[in-house]
Antibody, heavy 121, light 109 residues
Framework: EVQLLESGGGLVQPGGSLRLSCAASGFTFSNFAMNWIRQAPGKGLDWVSGLSSSGATTYYADSAKGRFTISRDNSKNTVYLQMNSLRAEDTALYYC??????????????WGQGTMVTVSS | EIVLTQSPGTLSLSPGERATLSCRASQSVGSNYLAWYQQKPGQAPRLLIYGASSRATGSPDRFSGSGSGTDFTLTISRLEPEDFVVYYC??????????FGQGTKLEVK
């Protein structure tokens, strides 16, 4: 079964850091680009970041540039999102999402169940 | 950044009826990169349509997509009770970043 399992969410103070992880199983992880997409409570979907299958190329939303870093370890079938300088507006459910493409974000075909990040003092 | 505007915000219909959901882009989107998602309460979104008109694996054939350039449509030919949820369009065209529409809520009339 194709599966994505996120972890690492939690409560953090403004200005703090968190590292999200996403463990993939059931498919050849190194053949797919991966993404992080978030959803604030009661709101719509917001693409945060993506990276190519090799991890060589990364892409960010303007809101994430300079604060978030996406990476992957294909030997561990895991993708990460390092989030620094967190703000209240980063509060959301963060989904790990597989892409149909290999080299860049395109279409999101497999979604995890998400990990909640709450930024509050 | 390409802005996607979905209309209507809420669509009230009855089971068995046909639903037409619209997604308009602020600039032309490559058809290969236009997709539609369905989100049920408490669940992650699910891919329905990709490449503007191709059904994803497991997507019922009552769902169809069309359009090109800046205007795209998701059609549900005959509404089932489980279809009354929220739908999002999305693009990751040549000009990243990717973006989503604000969503259309389909409710029972």
């Amino acid at each position: 079964e194709v599966q994505l399992l996120e972890s690492g969410g939690g409560l953090v103070q403004p200005g703090g850091s968190l590292r999200l992880s996403c463990a993939a199983s059931g498919f050849t992880f190194s053949n797919f680009a991966m993404n992080w997409i978030r959803q604030a409570p009661g709101k719509g979907l917001d693409w945060v970041s993506g990276l190519s299958s090799s991890g060589a190329t990364t892409y960010y939303a303007d809101s994430a540039k300079g604060r978030f870093t996406i990476s992957r370890d294909n030997s561990k079938n895991t993708v990460y999102l390092q989030m620094n300088s967190l703000r209240a507006e980063d509060t959301a459910l963060y989904y790990c999402v597989r892409d149909r493409l290999m080299v860049r974000p395109g279409t999101f075909d497999i979604w995890g169940q998400g990990t909640m990040v709450t930024v509050s003092s | 950044e390409i802005v996607l505007t979905q209309s209507p915000g809420t669509l009230s219909l009855s089971p068995g009826e046909r639903a037409t959901l619209s997604c308009r882009a602020s600039q032309s989107v490559g058809s290969n990169y236009l997709a539609w998602y369905q989100q049920k309460p408490g669940q992650a979104p699910r891919l329905l349509i990709y490449g503007a008109s191709s059904r994803a694996t497991g997507s019922p054939d009552r769902f169809s997509g069309s359009g090109s350039g800046t205007d795209f449509t998701l059609t549900i030919s005959r509404l089932e009770p489980e279809d009354f949820v929220v739908y999002y369009c999305q693009q990751c065209g040549g000009s990243l970043p990717c973006s989503f529409g604000q969503g259309t809520k389909l409710e029972v009339k």
